[in-house]
């Protein structure tokens, strides 16, 4: 992620590295304001990336909420 992405991790927090990715697919698309179906896109690639088990929940500035979980649902957003 540090050379491929050219993104800068922080912590050793797998949260952060896990919203980074997105940033990153997100950024790829060169949109300054993206819809629904860009997010979607986006998540999709993240699940491509990341395996193992994860749910994050995003609040996006003048967007909304994101919420999402890995596809096989080993992390569920609500128990």
């Known amino acids: 992620m540090f050379r491929a992405d050219l993104r800068h991790i922080n912590t050793t927090s797998d949260s952060e590295v896990l ?3 997105l ?3 997100l ?3 060169g949109k ?3 819809q ?3 997010m979607f896109a986006a998540v999709q690639r993240v ?3 990341c395996k193992g088990g994860y749910a994050a929940v995003a609040l996006i500035t ?3 909420m994101l919420a999402f979980r890995d596809p096989h649902g080993i ?4 128990y």
């Open 32 to 34: 300054l304001k993206p």
């Open 36 to 38: 629904a179906e860009d």
């Open 27 to 29: 950024q790829l698309q």
């Open 47 to 49: 699940h491509e990336r």
């Open 75 to 78: 992390r569920p957003l609500i």
């Open 23 to 25: 940033a990153h697919e």
């Open 62 to 64: 003048g967007y909304g």
């Open 19 to 21: 919203l980074n990715v």
